[in-house]
């Protein structure tokens, strides 16, 4: 097999290898009950994942989704549910403000880092005001729509794939998908080409709100209330998921199908794998950071061969 | 006034000053003028904190774009915990456990590095893996320990010389340091030269893998120093003790005019941002304002003074 099929298939070999572990040290969690308890939390995952991704590709980081997707979890659990038309009114506003923050990183030539930084900060900040205590309840939609049952296949695994389907189309089956990729691979040529570079940075960062807000609103879904801090361990899930799914820093060459398999990884073995294993929850982060190294290790091995 | 506006835009580091100044004085009109001194004294002993990480992290984003630290916050909460154990509330280990810390933090960057170069990841993802590890790390040696510092320790962290306190004076004495290490020495103007263009270093023959293991090495070092005199200072580690260090060194070397892009630094100007920081919460505080307001506004104002600043011309 050649170096690039396997860097190709590295995310689902990961995956695969996860799920192989806790099928093997517990057989009965691999049913449609045990997959929609462990895989539940992972779709507001993989959605803010890829709402990372959406940044990544052009080569921006963003450290304030994980506040984002606080903040309108705290907005899905008080207005969406108290008075539908200003809620869905202030998470249009936020994601027309992640658009906004494309355009000001593009135009002021700004380090993307920074800014989200202090935007966590903006974010978290509305969270708290909107709900200084945990509390508020899920509209009752949302509430039936997270958990309504499919036939034969987990609603987990069935958002995961059309998550994945989305994204996918959308980014790397389109003329302008290419564009959006393009602007993280070689903005100078695609700026001369005509592109407009601060239209790119736009409409990745809106997309990033968008998905940020489905993020936030599956998120309350499960979780039926919420809390302002809720979201505070997804910012680096996130980044983590994109890269375990094949993404690269620079250069725009990310993969929406393997950043949802980066973020099934990541939840799967944050959390189940390590029960499974009687490992003490202390030690839950430290197998993110673990397997992020030990899969970069294999890329980096399998990319000298290259 | 015309002699001052070209002061001030030949030094652009000198607004961060100029700007908490504004802050005190506002505040201050706002109390009457009360106690604006002691304002001053809990400004720098807050602010000598982020300076110390805030020095690391300079010489860190200063080898080029990319780099940057992101397990300062885990760094120091492990730190801070070695600290208090070696230590163990005995003042005559009270040197032992600041060299254990001080160690305990250079591994970790000296490990960063390790993983940058082994794996070849940009230094984003490298320092960020490290810091999952190192959080747990910590979680689970710190656990429900809450390890209070020798006495002694924690009175000289407190110490304060006619109202200024002698960590500030002692952050300031090594400010100096680390700025005549930047521009006068061969390491400095190395860092320099790695972060204006890291190929054009390399040819022409500097060290250029050993320098930036020193500088990753001396950003974990500072960290973990860090995180042992937080400890003494707050009277206690604690895993979440180094959290808001992450935004502050960053915040603090950007508005204080170090280039993102690297091959610029500024020493001055670090401290200028620290204590505008500082005074922002200080005044924030002071108005009564909310938990959830105060954030809002710290954000909104980090982002708008980046804004202004401007990035990479």
Known sequence: MSARAVRAWLPALSFALVVGAIAWLNPRAISYLGFNLMLNLAVPIALATIAQMFVIAGNELDLSIGPFVGFVGCVTATWLRDSPLLGAAALIAAIAIYAALGALIYRRSLPSIVVTLGMSFVWLGLAILLLPKPGGKAPDWLLATVGYQPPWIPLPILAALVIAGVAHFGLMRTSYGAILRGSGGNPAALARAGWSLLKTKVVLFALAGCFGVLSGMTLIGITTSADANIGSGYTLLAIAGVILGGGEFVGGRVSPVGAVMGALTMALAASPLLTFMNIPPDWQVAANGAILIIVLAVRALVSTRE | ?313
Do not use: H
């Open chain 2, 1 to 313: 006034m015309t002699s001052l506006l070209r002061t001030l835009s030949a030094k652009p580091w000198l607004w961060s000053f100029l700007g908490a100044l504004v802050l005190w004085l506002v505040t201050v009109a706002f109390t009457g003028g009360q106690g604006g001194g002691g304002m001053l004294t809990a400004a720098l002993a807050l602010s000598q904190f982020t300076v110390i990480v805030g020095i690391g992290q300079m010489f860190v984003i200063t080898l080029g774009p990319g780099n940057v630290d992101l397990s300062l916050p885990a760094n120091i909460g492990l730190a801070s915990a070695v600290a208090m154990k070696v230590m163990d509330g005995n003042d005559s280990m009270v040197v032992l456990g600041l060299v254990a810390a001080l160690a305990c933090g250079a591994a970790i960057g000296t490990a960063n590095y390790a993983l940058i170069r082994a794996l070849r990841i940009p230094p984003i993802i490298a320092t960020l893996s490290a810091s999952f590890i190192i959080e747990s790390a910590d979680i689970s040696y710190g656990r429900g320990l809450q390890i209070k510092p020798p006495p002694g320790f924690a009175d000289f962290t407190n110490l304060q010389l006619l109202g200024v306190p002698l960590l500030a004076i002692l952050t300031i004495v090594f400010s100096i340091c680390a700025g005549i290490a930047l521009q006068r020495m061969v390491y400095g103007r190395s860092v320099l030269a790695i972060g204006q263009n890291m190929r054009a270093a390399w040819l022409a023959g500097l060290p250029v893998g050993r320098i930036r293991l020193l500088t990753y090495t001396l950003s974990g070092a500072l960290g973990g120093i860090d995180g042992a005199l937080l400890a003494g200072y707050f009277r206690g580690a604690n895993v979440d003790i180094g959290n808001e260090y992450l935004l502050a060194s960053l915040a603090v070397v950007v508005i204080g005019g170090t280039s993102v892009a690297g091959g610029k630094a500024n020493v001055p100007g670090i401290w200028g941002a620290a204590l505008f920081l500082v005074l922002l919460l200080t005044m924030l505080n002071t108005f009564g304002v909310s938990a959830g307001l105060r954030m809002l506004i710290t954000g909104l104002v980090i982002v708008g003074v980046i804004a202004a600043a401007g990035g990479r011309e």
